[in-house]
């Protein structure tokens, strides 16, 4: 499988869904899961500060 060029939130080397794969083949989406990662982190991080 293809490593996309963006990295996404999680090993594509290991990806077993259709969703995850689907992330993985397509830079555009590992991005876009890359950013929603790193927002989701952000908050939790001023949540839990």
């Known amino acids: ?3 996309a060029a963006g990295a996404a939130s999680f090993d594509c ?3 077993t869904s259709s ?3 689907l992330i993985c083949a ?9 950013q929603i990662t790193s927002a ?4 939790r991080a001023r949540l839990s500060a």
């Open 1 to 3: 499988m293809p490593q």
């Open 13 to 15: 080397a290991k990806a």
């Open 19 to 21: 969703y995850d794969k």
């Open 26 to 34: 397509k830079p555009n989406l590992s991005a876009a899961d890359e």
């Open 40 to 43: 989701y982190e952000r908050a």
